[in-house]
Structure formats: structure tokens, C-alpha cells
């Protein structure tokens, strides 16, 4: 028997490895858990560090043709099933899968009686003949025709027998702190792992599609300058001794800020000229408030064309078409989006996804990101209001809104739901339930609407409803033109169909509802997320730089702001919106008359976007482009409620990280450095 360095190539190391694996006389297994050990310091581990056998396959790829070859197998050992004293079965898992081990103890193979004394989650090596197994024990997934009797093994590294939690442990899923702290363990999971396979395959598909497309893939900056973009930014201290900025003080200290798009940098390409068709899957970040779909830092699939389309002819389009700019750009990711799902989910999309307008998804669905698969839908029902009604809304501005949830249509797997849903959220929002005693003053009696109706219009009323004994009505009022990305019975109706699905009342379609949202208003000063920045001035609806609709630029010069709607689109995928982009305003003069008269920025705000303003002075084409959020694409694709687990490194709901312990205090020596002076709040 060769030794090597105190390793055993037929089995184990020897003295020193005995000694290990003995809890009574081993340090290793005495020492409190590793993570925390900081005194102490080993000269000298437990982990192989000498030549072993190489590898001959994974874990994840034997089947029956390879049956009778000798094989090597490296991996994490998980928990032994002991069949008898001379008998068991160990899984040996890698990143490609798990394959069976049989262990034989008998005489001549007494050295195999150590793997069971091995601490789950050990690294080895083990050598073996592949074996079909017996019929009655055959399984059709991975590797489940065939096993590995075992003949020798390597101890590589002893994992630790007090770790934090065992990743190979199905039936017992820790706190999410827990895991967040060990993400390293965590990532050990199949399901998770998994995900991380599939986010490197779809990422490969996407730049073999658009280098297909003939994009090419740009690096952009990510050390760039803080602009009045619309979301707050990370900043970065410089210590670069004198600004290049005009209105920048002498003696001030300078940041950089982190981009929360590529936006300006691709534009600027397409300016140039050098670059037709753009992409890049771009680090992003924003520093927003966590949520299950938003992370700090995020990674979007970023596109920009140059000649993109800016529209047609209004008398050339129907109602359920584009009617806005970036054709070009609307094929291309609909082509990308078809090949994913076919290439990964083995699903065919139609060949081109369904249109609807901002006000449209508003008035039926209450959101600019409506879940489409549910079968509830909005009713404006003002026009089926007595006539002196009518005028009373009409005055105001406002309508009457109502889901109606039936017990006999569609909308019947929403009744239990409907009934039980709390709604204390919702101020303008009311319930009525109906029956026979209030069949003609149901809508009478609801004194947050406030409305006064005979018998006789109630009858009408009913008529043109089609209300009877056992609906219920939710009713909501509100201004007649939409704004902000909700309403209230918009947001009621996710309430009741994520309501419904608990209880097992609704199941949502499995095929993937695509829509694309188009024509919204151009500006707004109802996102509260913007309002930071806007001190009550008007904010772009997506950013400064979306044009306006071709039909709408007259209304935007004579002062109507709130008439103008922009050239932008979001590609929405079961209510997620995955997906936004714009034409982008191509016209020097147009895009200043925006910075100073519509957005009203102050020079110094107006002075981060010279450069760009210049560009489009130098014959900058028409152009547009779109992002993808690569994160929420891959949450949905891995069919997981949160980005987290499509990340490998992920920061929590709160922003922070406690694997690295980020964001962390930094000491006023090195503040120093950069010219910043900590203050407390």
C-alpha cells in the first residue's frame, strides 16, 4: 500500500487520519464550531493535501452503458442507509447530480467501514464498478438505473459535525437568515444550484440569440456621475483631487455614483455611430427599500437599436395594435423570449404577444402589471347609472368602478375568497353582498358611495348588471383618468385570487400570459418612489430621455402635460413586469424643452446631461431600446416567489448581506482620505 504525504491511496489517511476520525482523541472534533475559532491556529489540517485519483465522471452522468467500467467519483458524501452490518448505501452528490454507492464491509473490505464513521457532508474520492441495479430498485431519473459498488475511497476534507445546518437535509429548511449567513452551504442545495445552472444556461442563450441578431456586447461604465434620474443612487467616494465638472465647489469632496441603468453610456453608442444594435447583461443598482422582487444591485438583459420606427399613421392602426414606436425593438425581444421558453421550458409562445394600452389594463384589470390569467375583471359602470348620477360623477371627474363575483360564471372560484377577504386596507372600497332582502337598494345602502335611487332604478340597475340574489359586488370610486401603476379594485383583485389560490379555489393557467403595456402617460407626479427628486414638480413616467407619442408632442408644447403620453412599453408576464424600454427623444431641442420646461430642472441638474445633449446635436439616429430584469426573469423561469434564490450571492429584504456583512462602518482614518467628515443623525 503506496503512502503519499500520510495520505492512503487504498483508503484512508493513515496514523494521522485515524487519529481524526476518532472524536475521543481527535482536536478537530473537540474545537467549537470553525467559524468562530479565532484563537488556536492549526499548522496542519485534516484535509487531503496530496495527489488523489482523478475523476472519471460526475455524479450526475453514469447510466447502463456504463456498466462493468471502473470508475472515479469525487463529491459530498450524505447520510448513510445501513441495510445490514455488511451492507449499506451512501449518496455521493456533485453539481451535475447524485449517484448510489454501495458499500460492501465484509473481510476483505474492512478499510469501507470508515465512510460510516465520516461526517456527513465530507468531500472524497471513491473508486468502483458500475452496476445496473436490480429491476424492482430502478429508478428513470438521473441516475437511478445504475449504482457503484465501491472498492476504495479518499477522505478529500472532514466536513465539520456541528455545522449550522445540513444542506442535504430535504425535510428541514432553516430560517432564511441562517442561510443568508451561510450562503456558501446554502448554494449546496440542489434546488438552488439548480437554479444557478439554469440562470447560466438562459444567459447563454440570450447572447447566442442577439449575436445571432447581429448585436454586439458592449461593457459600459459603472464609475459614473450622479444624475436626476428618477431612483436614488449608490455613491462612491473619489479621492481625485479636482472635479471636471463646472458647477462642482473647489474644495468639495467628489463621488462617483453607480449606474441604475446603462441608460446615458448606450444611447451615447448608438450617438457615435460605431454601434448599431446593443447589448449587454448589465450590473445594475438602485438603492431602493428591499422587496421579494428587488435587490440593491440587480442584473438586466440591456438592448439599445439604432433607426427604431417612431410610430404610424393614425390612420393605420386598429385597436389592439403597436400604435407607438420601437417595432424593431418589440420583434427582437419577443424572438428572444419564444427561444427561451422553447429551448428551456419546451413551451411554444405565439408568435407575437398581446397589445394593451395603459388605460385599457387600468379601467379592466386595475394595474399597469395585470396578472391576466385571472378571471376577474373590472367594470366601469357609471354609464349604467341613472342619469342624475351620471352628471354628479361626470362633475367631479370621477366613476364607479365594480368586480362583480358570481356564483354561477366564470368568477365563481373567487366566491370564498371574496367573502372572507379583509379589505380594512382599502378606504374606497366597499362590499356588497346580495341577497333577496336588499336586492333593490344594494347600492342605496353603501354610504361610502353615497348615491340616492329609486326601486324602478335599481330594476334597471340590476338589468344592465345582471345582478342577482348570491353576487357579490365590490365597488371602488375614483378619478376618471388613471394614474399612478394601481387602483384600488386592481389591487383588491390580486388580493382575491392570491386569496383563492390558498385555499386551493384557483389555479393559475400554466401557460405563460405575455402582454405588452404601451402608451402611458409620459409624466406623472403620483410615484412616490420619485417624489425625493421631484419636490412636486412633474417626474418622467419612466425616464427623461422616452419620447413623446408623435400625436402627442403638440399638446406637451402648449402646457397639457397630463394629455401627453409617451412612447413606452413594458412586456408583463403573469402580472410581473419583466421588462421596459422606450424610444428615446432623438431631438436636441425637444429633449432640452423637456429638462427645463416640463421637468423644470435647475441648471446644475440640467448641466449631468450636456454631454448628452451634445450627442443628439452631432446627428444622433432615432433610436430606442428595452431591459429586461434578468433576476425576475429567472425567479419565474425557476417558478421561486423571490429573486433571492436566483442570485447566488443575494443581499436580504433589508439590503444587506450577511455572508460579507455589508454595508459595514468604515473608520475616520479613511474617511479622512476621501474628505468626508461622519456626522451623527
Known amino acids: 500500500m503506496r503512502s503519499l504525504g500520510g495520505l492512503s491511496i487504498k483508503g484512508l489517511v493513515s496514523p494521522f487520519t485515524k487519529q481524526v476520525l476518532d472524536p475521543k482523541k481527535s482536536h478537530y472534533f473537540r474545537t467549537p464550531a470553525l467559524w468562530n475559532v479565532k484563537r488556536h491556529v492549526q499548522t496542519r489540517g485534516e484535509a487531503c493535501s496530496a495527489p488523489y485519483p482523478k475523476r472519471t465522471h460526475t455524479c450526475g452522468e453514469l447510466t447502463p452503458v456504463h456498466a462493468g467500467i471502473h470508475v472515479t467519483l469525487t463529491g459530498w458524501l450524505l447520510p448513510e442507509r445501513k441495510v445490514s452490518k455488511t451492507l449499506s448505501f451512501f449518496p455521493i452528490k456533485d453539481s451535475s447530480g447524485i449517484t448510489q454507492l454501495v458499500v460492501r464491509k465484509g473481510h476483505a473490505n474492512a478499510h469501507l467501514t470508515a465512510l460510516s464513521e465520516l461526517p456527513v457532508e465530507s468531500t472524497i474520492a471513491i473508486e468502483g464498478e458500475v452496476l445496473v441495479r436490480p429491476e424492482p430498485s430502478r429508478r428513470d431519473e438521473g441516475t437511478g438505473q445504475i449504482e457503484v459498488q465501491v472498492t476504495n475511497f479518499t477522505l478529500l476534507n472532514p466536513a465539520h459535525r456541528n455545522m449550522p445546518f445540513m444542506p442535504s437535509d430535504n425535510q428541514t429548511l432553516v430560517n432564511e437568515d441562517l442561510r443568508a449567513r451561510f450562503r456558501y452551504l446554502d448554494l449546496r442545495r440542489t434546488a438552488l444550484a439548480d437554479n444557478i445552472r439554469k440562470r447560466s444556461h438562459v444567459a447563454r442563450i440570450i447572447r447566442d440569440t442577439l449575436h445571432d441578431d447581429g448585436f454586439l456586447e458592449v461593457e459600459t461604465p459603472l464609475l459614473l456621475k450622479s444624475t436626476p434620474e428618477g431612483a436614488r443612487e449608490f455613491l462612491v467616494p473619489s479621492r481625485v483631487g479636482q472635479s471636471t465638472a463646472q458647477h462642482d465647489e473647489k474644495h468639495a469632496p467628489l463621488f462617483y455614483a453607480l449606474p441604475q441603468s446603462p441608460q446615458q453610456p448606450k444611447q451615447l453608442l448608438i450617438c457615435s455611430g460605431a454601434v448599431d444594435k446593443y447589448f449587454q447583461i448589465a450590473k445594475c443598482f438602485r438603492d431602493e427599500d428591499g422587496r421579494k422582487d428587488r435587490q440593491p444591485e440587480f442584473t438586466q438583459i440591456d438592448l439599445e437599436m439604432a433607426f427604431v420606427s417612431w410610430g404610424v399613421d393614425s390612420n393605420n392602426f386598429s385597436s389592439n395594435t403597436w400604435r407607438i414606436g420601437g417595432h424593431e425593438v418589440r420583434a427582437v425581444i419577443e424572438r428572444l423570449v419564444r427561444r427561451i421558453w422553447q429551448k428551456v421550458e419546451e413551451i411554444t409562445l405565439p408568435s407575437s404577444f398581446r397589445v394593451i394600452t395603459y388605460n385599457e389594463a387600468m379601467a379592466r384589470y386595475g394595474s399597469d402589471k395585470?396578472?391576466?390569467?385571472?378571471?376577474?375583471?373590472?367594470?366601469?359602470?357609471?354609464?349604467?347609472?341613472?342619469?342624475?348620477?351620471?352628471?354628479?360623477?361626470?362633475?367631479?371627474?370621477?366613476?364607479?368602478?365594480?368586480?362583480?363575483?358570481?356564483?354561477?360564471?366564470?368568477?365563481?372560484?373567487?366566491?370564498?375568497?371574496?367573502?372572507?377577504?379583509?379589505?380594512?386596507?382599502?378606504?374606497?372600497?366597499?362590499?356588497?353582498?346580495?341577497?333577496?332582502?336588499?336586492?333593490?337598494?344594494?347600492?342605496?345602502?353603501?354610504?361610502?358611495?353615497?348615491?340616492?335611487?329609486?326601486?324602478?332604478?335599481?330594476?334597471?340597475?340590476?338589468?344592465?348588471?345582471?345582478?342577482?340574489?348570491?353576487?357579490?359586488?365590490?365597488?371602488?370610486?375614483?378619478?376618471?383618468?388613471?394614474?399612478?401603476?394601481?387602483?384600488?379594485?386592481?389591487?383588491?383583485?390580486?388580493?382575491?385570487?392570491?386569496?383563492?389560490?390558498?385555499?386551493?379555489?384557483?389555479?393559475?393557467?400554466?401557460?405563460?400570459?405575455?402582454?405588452?403595456?404601451?402608451?402611458?402617460?409620459?409624466?406623472?407626479?403620483?410615484?412616490?418612489?420619485?417624489?425625493?427628486?421631484?419636490?412636486?414638480?412633474?417626474?418622467?413616467?419612466?425616464?427623461?430621455f422616452t419620447a413623446p407619442m408623435w400625436q402627442d408632442i403638440e399638446a406637451m408644447y402648449t402646457g397639457h402635460i397630463d394629455q401627453v403620453r409617451g412612447q413606452h412599453y413594458d412586456l408583463v408576464l403573469n402580472g410581473v413586469e419583466i421588462g421596459g424600454g422606450s424610444v428615446r427623444v432623438h431631438d436636441a431641442a425637444m429633449q432640452e424643452y423637456i429638462f427645463s420646461q416640463v421637468l423644470q430642472l435647475s441648471d446644475a441638474e440640467k448641466s449631468s446631461f450636456d454631454h448628452l445633449l451634445h450627442a443628439l446635436k452631432c446627428g444622433a439616429p432615432p433610436h430606442g431600446g428595452i431591459a429586461l430584469g434578468f433576476d425576475r426573469l429567472m425567479a419565474i423561469l425557476c417558478n421561486t416567489p423571490t429573486i433571492r434564490d436566483v442570485i447566488a450571492f443575494p443581499k436580504t429584504g433589508a439590503g444587506t448581506d450577511l455572508l460579507f456583512r455589508s454595508p459595514a462602518a468604515i473608520n475616520e482614518e479613511m474617511l479622512n482620505q476621501y474628505g468626508v467628515r461622519p456626522t451623527r443623525c
Open 370 to 544: 395585470p396578472d391576466t390569467r385571472i378571471d376577474l375583471e373590472i367594470q366601469d359602470i357609471t354609464p349604467s347609472l341613472p342619469s342624475h348620477a351620471q352628471v354628479s360623477f361626470d362633475d367631479l371627474g370621477d366613476i364607479l368602478e365594480a368586480i362583480i363575483v358570481r356564483p354561477t360564471s366564470q368568477s365563481s372560484s373567487f366566491l370564498r375568497a371574496s367573502q372572507e377577504c379583509n379589505y380594512e386596507n382599502e378606504p374606497n372600497v366597499s362590499r356588497s353582498v346580495i341577497a333577496d332582502s336588499n336586492l333593490l337598494n344594494w347600492l342605496c345602502d353603501n354610504r361610502s358611495i353615497n348615491l340616492t335611487l329609486s326601486s324602478e332604478e335599481h330594476v334597471l340597475l340590476n338589468k344592465s348588471l345582471g345582478v342577482s340574489s348570491g353576487d357579490i359586488i365590490w365597488l371602488s370610486r375614483r378619478r376618471k383618468i388613471p394614474e399612478g401603476g394601481s387602483t384600488a379594485l386592481g389591487r383588491l383583485r390580486t388580493r382575491i385570487s392570491e386569496l383563492a389560490h390558498a385555499r386551493g379555489d384557483y389555479v393559475p393557467h400554466a401557460i405563460p400570459h405575455f402582454l405588452w403595456i404601451t402608451e402611458f402617460p409620459l409624466f406623472t407626479r403620483a410615484d412616490p418612489d420619485k417624489e425625493f427628486l421631484a419636490h412636486g414638480r412633474w417626474s418622467s413616467t419612466h425616464h427623461p
